[in-house]
């Protein structure tokens, strides 16, 4: 199992606190954009990463927010709906991805949850050749608007089945992609998936996806 080591990432003129670890091996790294009023220690988030880590795919957890700008959200409200913004955070954190040696040989994948999964839909349509794949958790898909259609990594969407609004605004979204694209509904989960077992199967899924379209590190140690 990767050790967790926490980074400061750069992105554009400001310093991000991050959670880094990849697993020995590994062939991807997944960045995780979380919803609004969160940060990079959300415990759903969390273990979803330690999911994927467990399957060989390395993980990175960042604030999309400074402690200024969270203070000014806290008042205004603004930041945390302002998709573009948060895309273009995303896209910069992307970019000191790819300025470490050590990570450059990575293919990198998106997990979004709530607004942060527009954020990542925006920023992989921005980066068509950068970006290997995609999942949303409860995602405010919708928010991506224009950029769905000029979407190209394979694409997951994961809905609680009694996340009913949610649901629906995945459905219309889903249906204007052309990327390779599935919706997961997990039966009797809310928005938060705090029912026994939904955030289990949530992580499954995601694995699964990750490791199929971006490659694990245990893949490299069993293969012949």
Known sequence: MAVEREVEVMAGGVVLGGTLAVPDGAQGLVIFAHGSGSSRHSPRNRYVAYTLRTAG???????????????????????RFDIDFLARRLGEVTDWVFAHPELSRLRVGYFGSSTGAAAALVAAAERPEAI???????????????????????????????????LELNQR?????????????????????????????????????????????????TRP
Not at 57 to 79: C, I, K, P, Q, R
Not at 185 to 202: D, Y
């Open 57 to 79: 795919v390395g993980t990175l957890l960042f604030d999309l927010l400074t402690e200024d700008e969270e203070a000014e959200d806290d008042v205004t409200g603004a930041l």
């Open 132 to 166: 290997g794949a995609v999942v949303s958790r409860g995602g405010r898909v919708d928010l991506a608007g224009g950029a769905l259609q000029r979407v190209v990594a394979p694409t997951l969407f994961i809905v609680g089945g009694a996340d009913d609004i949610v």
């Open 173 to 221: 979204a889903l249906e204007r992609m052309t990327a390779p694209k599935v919706l997961e509904v997990i039966p009797g989960a809310t928005h938060l998936f705090e029912e026994r077992g939904a955030l289990e199967r949530v992580a499954g899924l995601a694995a699964g996806w990750f490791t199929r379209f971006l490659g694990s590190a245990l893949e490299v140690e």
